[in-house]
């Protein structure tokens, strides 16, 4: 059981390049979630989605796209890379339909951006 | 602007020592849930906590929901090296799973 997988593990772009965050969960999950990870700000919500079709923005969207067309996958796309962008991604996925359900998150992507 | 707000934001200790750690929202959650980070990691689900009042234990973390369901605690007693990493509470929304993260509480256990 994979659980969550992020692609790449590591990445360097330049100003204005553009790029997609893959993410791929195998649990059947109906909730998947981007954040990004600074240090001293803990986990900020890029964008979230509750299932195939349905996306929604989180506390941070500006900068990001996101679809899902599928219940397994929900890749973050970087239009036009800026160094405020460094950070760390982080992809999660969780069950719906009970409060007591956590989620599990992939190993994590680090983005520069020079 | 962050609803959940964790105190302190760092805290280096003596192994043996207890500690606590607050979590304060500005917001009420349908449910409060605390995880821990190590390095070049996803954080991982420590507990969930639902009911106002409600009291959690898991070895020798203790965690407390506020009967208001606006404020949480973990306390850690005798706290060992193997505690050391970030720890971070998160507040969950029934209807749409979307979970929100304070800023977290980096816990250094010197041996």
């Known amino acids: 059981n994979a659980g969550v997988t992020q692609t790449p593990k590591f990445q360097v772009l330049k100003t204005g390049q553009s790029m997609t965050l893959q993410c791929a969960q195998d649990?059947?999950?109906?909730?998947m979630s981007w954040y990004r990870q600074d240090p001293g700000m803990g986990l900020r919500l890029i964008h979230y989605?509750?299932?195939?079709?349905?996306?929604d923005q989180g506390e941070v969207p500006n900068g990001y796209n996101v679809s899902r067309s599928t219940t397994e996958d929900f890749p973050l796309r970087l239009l036009s890379a800026a160094p405020s962008q460094t950070s760390v991604y982080f992809c999660?996925?969780?069950?719906?339909?009970?409060?007591?359900?956590?989620?599990?998150f992939g190993s994590g992507t680090r983005l520069t951006v020079v | 602007t962050q609803l959940l707000e964790q105190s302190p934001q760092f805290l280096s200790i003596q192994e043996g020592e207890n500690l606590t750690v607050y979590c304060n929202s500005s917001?009420?959650?349908?449910?409060l849930q605390w995880y821990r980070q190590e390095p070049g990691e996803g954080p991982v689900l420590l507990v969930t906590?639902?009911?106002?009042?409600e009291v959690k234990k898991l070895k020798r973390l203790t965690f407390q929901f506020g009967d208001a369901r606006k404020d949480s605690s973990l306390h850690i007693t005798a706290a060992q090296p193997g505690d050391t990493g970030l720890y971070l509470c998160?507040?969950?929304?029934?209807?749409?799973?979307?979970?929100?993260f304070g800023q977290g509480t980096t816990l250094q256990v010197k041996p």
């Open positions: 999660a996925s969780s069950r719906a339909g009970g409060l007591y359900y956590g989620y599990t």
């Open positions: 649990m059947n999950h109906e909730y």
């Open positions: 989605s509750v299932g195939a079709g349905i996306t």
């Open positions: 917001s009420v959650f349908s449910s």
């Open positions: 906590v639902v009911t106002g009042g």
């Open positions: 998160a507040g969950r929304s029934s209807n749409t799973g979307k979970l929100i």
